[in-house]
């Protein structure tokens, strides 16, 4: 699920990990170098899949507005969407999170069984305080990134990484354009800007502090 947290930024967390701001690695996970131990970081938003399995994934929304919600690779079935878990919510601005067995028509592990096939799609629309739920086979290995399409939020971190079947290409040609992503586009730091536990709950893994503006005394973004 994926939610704003008290900061300019937008965050996700993956069965019920850390929240994290999701931040692109200095190697590509494709590199036939790349090496879990030494190239990762807490900062990076993975769910590593089995290849050929059928996958559910529910998509909840703990922000106060809609993301559309885009998935590389696949075109997923959408078995099931809520626009919120229940009424009048709204109150205090915010809703709980929706629940895999009360929220939905049948328990999210039911309609994870289905046979009736939903409408294909590679972007949703999440609502706000809402979920979805949608299914997809992994029948094609490779490195695929999910994530919200309003720039600005993919920017900020709200995305994450499919690795199916931990899939690395067998080489790289040595002219093979790269980017530098080893964080100088991403140290742009300023007198509001923190990222200190001392402001920011510590259970929220920010990895882009030039987007956090949560200290005391500071203007909001």
């Excluded at 994926?2 to 019920?16: E, I, M, R, V, W």
């Excluded at 075109?75 to 878990?85: A, G």
């Excluded at 992994?138 to 900020?156: A, I, K, L, M, R």
């Amino acid at each position: 699920f994926f939610a704003l947290p008290p900061t300019y930024a937008y965050f996700f967390s993956l069965d019920g990990r850390t929240y994290t701001q999701n931040a692109l690695l200095a190697k590509p996970m494709t590199y036939p170098s790349f090496d879990d131990s030494t190239d990762m970081t807490a900062h990076t938003n993975l769910l590593d899949l089995d290849l050929d399995k059928t996958v559910t994934l529910v998509l909840r929304n703990e922000a106060g507005m809609g993301h559309p919600i885009h998935v590389h690779g696949h075109k997923f079935e959408v078995l099931e969407e809520i626009s919120r878990p229940k009424q009048n919510c709204f109150v205090d601005n915010h809703c709980e999170k929706a629940d895999l067995d009360t929220s939905f028509s049948v328990p999210v592990s039911e309609l994870a069984k289905t046979t009736k096939r939903g409408v294909l799609k590679d972007t949703i629309i999440v609502p706000m305080f809402g979920a979805a739920v949608i299914r997809f086979n992994t029948d094609n290995p490779g490195v695929w990134f999910v994530h919200c399409h309003f720039d600005e939020h993919v920017d900020s971190g709200q995305g994450f990484i499919i690795r199916e079947g931990k899939w690395r290409a067998s080489y790289v040609p040595e002219d093979f354009p790269s980017c530098d992503y080893t964080g100088t586009l991403q140290g742009m730091h300023g007198r509001l800007c923190t990222c200190n536990p001392k402001y920011l709950d510590p259970t929220w893994l920010c990895s882009k502090e030039y987007l956090c503006n949560y200290q005391r005394g500071g203007p909001g973004h």
